[in-house]
């Protein structure tokens, strides 16, 4: 299973950027990185997916170097309501079975 | 939202006893997984199915047996439950061809005491 590091926790206010970097040394060639969100008392949500460079939706942005050792989450001007879990995934998509989940990152967003 | 759905939403179990829960899906994904979140952890893959008739073991699979005789219903069976299988779980399907993504159920909140 390729394992993440993520911070375990970081705060923000309404209406900053939030950027949450996510450490994947061990990518292999065919992996993918996909961010899901969870709130208390939910399963998570799928956010986003890339394989290099920049991938943008309507929710987020997420930024991969070349040497895909790394990738950023990026959220625009975040609300009260993006307090959640966000969790970085490493795999290939065509086997969910080999993503670990980890403990993923608290974003506890302040009035 | 995908149409996944698990039940019991809530269960309270005494150790020992034989517990069930069912994940029902009507989008005719492929995979279907079953996974354990405990505080302070992320998601722990139990079993999961790659077809009717077809599972695997995940990371977590002591104790945990499943079944899958229908493409739309996917069964976790704790034959005898014990106090550290007091979890949430969740149901998930994925199908490549579908989706690049898993989708997720709402949750089982299980209790055993």
């Known amino acids: 299973l390729a394992k993440t590091t993520q911070p375990i926790s970081m705060d923000s206010y309404e209406g900053q950027e939030v950027n949450i970097t996510c450490s994947h040394n061990n990518i292999a060639t065919n992996d993918y990185i996909t961010w899901y969100q969870q709130f208390p008392s939910q399963g998570p949500r799928f956010i986003i997916q890339?394989?290099?460079t920049k991938v943008t939706n309507e929710v987020a942005s997420l930024f991969i170097p070349a040497d895909r050792k790394s990738s950023t989450l990026s959220l625009p001007r975040v609300s009260l309501s993006d307090t959640a879990v966000y969790y970085c995934?490493?795999?290939?998509?065509?086997?969910?079975?080999?993503?670990?989940f980890g403990s993923g990152t608290k974003l506890n967003v302040k009035p | 939202d995908a149409g996944i759905t698990q039940s019991p939403r809530h269960k309270v179990t005494e150790t020992g006893t034989p517990v069930t829960l069912r994940c029902h899906q009507t989008e005719n994904h492929r995979y279907m997984y079953w996974y354990r979140q405990d505080p302070g952890h992320g998601l722990r893959l139990i079993h999961y199915?790659?077809?009717?008739?077809?599972?695997d073991k995940g990371e977590v699979s002591d104790g945990y047996s499943v079944s899958r005789s229908k493409t739309e219903d996917f069964l976790l069976t704790l034959e005898s439950a014990t106090s550290s299988q007091t979890s949430v779980y969740f149901c998930?399907?994925?199908?490549?061809?579908?989706?690049?993504?898993?989708?997720f159920g709402p949750g089982t909140r299980l209790l055993v005491l």
């Open positions: 995934l490493v795999g290939d998509r065509n086997n969910f079975n080999k993503f670990y």
């Open positions: 998930a399907i994925s199908d490549p061809v579908a989706s690049v993504t898993q989708y």
């Open positions: 890339g394989y290099k």
């Open positions: 199915s790659y077809g009717v008739k077809d599972t």
